[in-house]
């Protein structure tokens, strides 16, 4: 297979595990943080874009939070947050990466989780100041800020703990997988 054949396949499968993951809270955002891990900031910025869309989409279709309904309400919450959180993962991961001298599991493993805790605190703090950019200051923001803050913030530590634990095995497991296509980045 192609090198391109194959980034373009794993790219849809990133996006097929975004939708699929979508009915799983607290690893939802795994695929885009695994991207921003794996590949270079274009998959991350591919997979967060994937994962906005599938989250305004979920809203659409299934609105089942006060948060769905913000983001029916103004579309843009559902997607810049989220591609800015990957893209973040990203930066947070490379710069991890620069504390360590030689190539070795700590080099994959520690970056890994640090991107995963890094993915999720960004993903919670985006999505919400982006809420507060709408809100603040008016008397919505102090009916809505309780009912939200207390879902993106349970839904948060979910997500923190979930992807800070299950990111380092995964890398490792899907460095050695996708080995041909890691050397020329997404």
Known sequence: ?????????????????????GWMPGVFFLPA?????????????????????????YAFLMPSSPVALLFIMYPWLAIVPRILAALGAAGAC????????????????????????????????????SA?????????WQNVSVILTTVILFNAVLEVVALTVVMPPLTLTLKRVFKPILKETL
């Open 33 to 57: 943080v695994l991207a921003a891990v794996l590949f270079s900031y274009i998959g991350a910025l591919l997979a967060g874009t994937a994962f906005g869309l599938v989250s305004l989409t």
């Open 94 to 129: 490379r710069l991890a990466k620069l504390f360590f001298k030689e190539d070795g599991r700590a080099k994959t493993v520690i970056p890994a989780a640090i991107a995963g805790l890094a993915g999720a605190v960004f993903n919670t703090v985006l999505v919400l100041g």
């Open 1 to 21: 297979m192609k090198r391109k054949t194959l980034q373009i396949s794993v790219c849809a499968t990133f996006f097929a595990l975004t939708a699929v993951m």
């Open 132 to 140: 507060w950019l709408v809100y603040g200051g008016t008397t919505e």
